[in-house]
């Protein structure tokens, strides 16, 4: 690993990005954004998200769309008790894997492409998306990732790998819904046959969910519920949020339906669900792109391979539009979203010389 991406690395690291802390996240952008020009890359925003672009060098089929995103799943504050470390070949940190390391390989292989000193070169042209909220589906950057994937001839992921550093060639479809009842109000003991107690009707309708989803192969958590306030008060407003996980799109579309058609148990009680965040399922695929891949991995010493991926991504959405997609290509490591997350000193290096042999190569995708 180069000095200069570990200590692109160090920094991204101590500037903790939480989804959603628009400062935080605001003062990380800055930096990215300053790297990135100086790697070659013109640089914009869309809200958020950050857009960075380096025109073709030589003749070239179509762009190459890069997926990243910036934020991660620790609160401003983790690094007091889960500080930067490094360790032989081990580097510790909140969001060293998932993904900041994949964002400095990124950008020490595009500044080898663009040294004036280098081996000069063509290249097709570059677009780099990094989402500001993948972390929680990325619910404002779906359009943005779908319109750049309109005109892009292949897409790669730098999301972290398969534990040992194999490539994702699919992606379960994720859903984070919401079911909303609203009851009525009334004294619990004096009149409770006014009310329409909502965490009742609630429990019926997920207990309903529950069942039907049981016969599909779909995961189904139930991550959150809240609802109502005093014992002595029939219940009001309840609510749940779901997370769903399809590996096929026509459960994904069974699901959704069903959601869509749900209808209260209780005459008085009302009850809706929405998408709090939708990315369809990503069906195995993407296998010219992959064979490319390994052949450059081979041609410079490095063996890979590549397999469907239960977690979801942005690069849902692209391979569910049939662009070619490959995710994966940020450094091995392991434990994303844990305390022991951590990432390969020298898997960043293998990804450096991995994207720096790729992106030419792909001129004529």
């Not at 069903?258 to 148990?265: A, N």
């Not at 991926?309 to 849902?316: E, I």
Request: no cysteine; proline share 7%; glycine share 12%.
């Amino acid at each position: 690993m180069t000095a200069a991406a570990l200590e692109a690395l160090h920094r991204y690291t101590l500037l903790e990005s939480p989804t959603g802390d628009t400062r935080a996240l605001g003062a990380l952008a800055e930096v990215l954004e300053a790297d990135a020009a100086r790697a070659g890359f013109t640089v914009t925003r869309e809200g958020d998200h950050l857009i960075w672009s380096l025109p073709a060098a030589g003749p070239a089929r179509g762009p190459i769309l890069l997926l990243s995103h910036y934020d991660t799943v620790w609160p401003v504050g983790t690094l007091t008790t889960m500080p930067w470390s490094i360790e032989g070949d081990v580097i510790r940190g909140p969001g060293v894997y998932d993904t900041k390391a994949g964002i400095a390989a990124l950008l020490a292989a595009v500044s080898q492409l663009t040294d004036p000193a280098g081996p000069g070169g063509t290249h097709p042209e570059i677009r780099v998306i990094v989402v500001a909220d993948e972390e929680v589906g990325s619910p404002t950057a779906g359009e943005l990732v779908r319109s750049e994937a309109g005109r892009a001839a292949a897409v790669l992921g730098l999301e972290p790998p398969h534990p040992g550093g194999d490539l994702k060639t699919g992606r379960r479809g994720s859903t984070r819904a919401r079911i909303t009842v609203t009851g009525v109000e009334a004294h619990a003991a004096l009149d409770p046959d006014a009310g329409a107690n909502a965490i009742d009707e609630l429990i019926d309708q997920l207990l309903r969910v529950r069942a039907e989803v049981a016969a599909r192969p779909v995961l189904l958590n139930t991550g959150t519920i809240a609802g109502g306030g005093r014992t002595n008060v029939v219940a009001g407003a309840a609510h749940a949020d779901l997370g769903l996980r399809f590996a096929d799109p026509a459960d994904e579309e069974a699901t959704l339906g069903l959601l869509r058609g749900l209808r209260p148990v209780r005459a008085k009680a009302r009850v809706a669900a929405e998408l709090l965040s939708h990315r369809p399922t990503w069906q195995p695929g993407g296998s010219a792109l992959l064979d490319r891949i390994r052949a450059v991995a081979t041609g410079i010493g490095q063996s890979l391979d590549g397999r469907p991926a239960d977690g979801a991504a942005d690069t849902n959405t692209t391979g569910a539009l049939g662009v070619p997609t490959v995710d994966g290509l940020a450094p091995r490591g392991g434990g994303a979203h844990a305390r022991t997350e951590w990432v390969s000193k020298s898997g960043v290096s293998e990804r450096i010389a991995l994207l720096a042999a790729l992106l030419p190569a792909l001129a004529e995708v």
